[in-house]
């Protein structure tokens, strides 16, 4: 692990999606799927990223471009240098590798895709908003989708997806990222299913090793214990489904989306 910002050269760019690109550096550090990068761009901030794709020598990042941040690190080009800090925190166990699930939303796939290859028959499930952002459709061809708009696959949310899935297959565990509510009820659900499952968890991170504070999940550091829990853990995180602490640190309320 590195605690000091190494700057990478950005070796290749790949549009995932119209607000999705994904970007590629050589590193030689070894990644465990679920962990995490702290990206930084000189004189701007630095903001965690999931490992997308591990090679040999080479990872990617998949980024969303939402506000200042990452829309800066949609504007760099091939050949950039960015910092990259990490890997940090504790990602996916996946001791029980095969006869899993997959449940995606948005781009909390990109967490997902390296449990997805590295593990047997996997079933898929990736919701979005509308087929132009769905990610990774060429990456996993039989995936199971589902749009809020009905333009590809099942016109609903990846919950109800999943459900269906569990009335006719039996899953030995279950791994999920995406917008927070959806997690909450995927994790319904493998509770009524008796099913495993593994949650990985978005707060707004400042240090990403354990030191500020700023990720608490009632108790627990996101950055350090997670961003991966597991179920037991998740019923004693009150702040699960329910609360976050802003960039301010004051604490609010969910609110319906992923902050
Ligand atoms: C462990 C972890 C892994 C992540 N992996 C990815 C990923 O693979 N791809 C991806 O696109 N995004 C990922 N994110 C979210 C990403 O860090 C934020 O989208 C990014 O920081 C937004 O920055 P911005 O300036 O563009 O947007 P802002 O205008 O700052 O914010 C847009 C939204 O992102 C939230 N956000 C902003 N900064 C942070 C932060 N430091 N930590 C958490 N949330 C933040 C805000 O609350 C707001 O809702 C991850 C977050 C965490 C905690
Ligand atoms: S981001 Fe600082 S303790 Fe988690």
């Not at 000091?4 to 550096?25: A, L, Y």
């Not at 809020?148 to 949310?157: F, I, N, P, V, Y």
């Not at 008796?194 to 608490?216: I, P």
């Amino acid at each position: 692990m590195i605690e000091q910002p190494m700057m990478v050269k950005i070796c290749d760019i790949w549009g995932e999606s119209p607000g999705v690109k994904t970007f590629f550096f050589e590193s030689q550090l070894r990644f465990d799927p679920g962990q995490f990068v702290m990206v930084w761009i000189p004189l701007l901030d630095e903001k965690p990223f999931t490992i997308s794709y591990i090679q040999d020598g080479c990872i990617g990042i998949s980024v969303l471009k939402r506000g200042v941040f990452t829309t800066a690190l949609h504007n760099k080009k091939t050949g950039d240098t960015i910092g990259i800090r990490g890997p940090y925190g504790r990602g996916f166990d996946l001791k029980t590798n095969s006869d899993v699930c997959v449940v995606g939303g948005g781009i909390g796939m990109a967490s997902l895709t390296t449990v997805v290859e590295r593990l047997k028959r996997v079933t898929v499930i990736q919701g979005a908003r509308t087929l132009t952002e769905l990610l990774y459709q060429k990456r996993f061809k039989d995936m199971h989708v589902c749009t809020d708009d009905g333009s590809a696959g099942l016109k609903g949310t990846a919950v109800d997806l999943f459900a269906n899935f569990l009335v006719k297959q039996q899953f030995r565990k279950v791994y999920t990222c995406g917008p927070e509510r959806m997690m909450v009820r995927v994790v319904e659900l493998c509770k009524k299913y008796a099913v495993e499952c593994e949650v990985s968890l978005e707060r707004y991170m400042k240090c990403g090793f354990g030191v500020c504070g700023q990720c608490d999940c009632s108790g627990k550091l996101v950055c350090k214990d997670g961003p991966v829990f597991d179920l037991q853990e998740l019923d004693m995180m009150g702040d699960f489904g329910k609360m976050i602490i802003r960039k301010t640190g004051e604490r609010v309320p969910l609110n319906g989306s992923v902050h």
